[in-house]
Nanobody, 126 residues
Framework: QEQLGESGGGSVQAGGSLRLSCTVS????????WGWFRQAPGKEREGISC????????LYADSVKGRFSISRDNAKNTLFLQMNSLKPEDTAMYYC???????????????????WGQGTQVTVSS
């Protein structure tokens, strides 16, 4: 059974850093394209970053560009999101998402992905 699992969330003060991780079972990590999404209470799920299969191509939403960094370690079957200079508005549940389709897609759209983790909470206090 395919499963994705996030870890690394927590509570930090503004300006702090966190590193989220996402692992997968039941799927071949190398075949997957990945994205990170977040959802704050009362808001829609927002795509914030995505990475290609090999890791050479990354994209970021304007809201996190320059502060967050997505990476993948295919040898360790792990996806990462390094979050620096965190702001209170970054407070949300963070989800990793994966897709194993090979057609073109919008990596910031949730429906582009067919596998999701359960989420990890990030809370940033001012």
């Amino acid at each position: 059974q395919e499963q994705l699992g996030e870890s690394g969330g927590g509570s930090v003060q503004a300006g702090g850093s966190l590193r989220l991780s996402c692992t997968v079972s039941g799927l071949t990590f190398d075949d997957l394209r990945w994205g990170w999404f977040r959802q704050a209470p009362g808001k829609e799920r927002e795509g914030i970053s995505c990475i290609s299969r090999g890791g050479s191509s990354t994209l970021y939403a304007d809201s996190v560009k320059g502060r967050f960094s997505i990476s993948r370690d295919n040898a360790k079957n792990t996806l990462f999101l390094q979050m620096n200079s965190l702001k209170p508005e970054d407070t949300a549940m963070y989800y990793c998402a994966a897709r194993n389709y090979y057609n073109s897609y919008d990596c910031f759209v949730a429906s582009s992905y067919n596998y999701w983790g359960q989420g990890t909470q990030v809370t940033v206090s001012s």
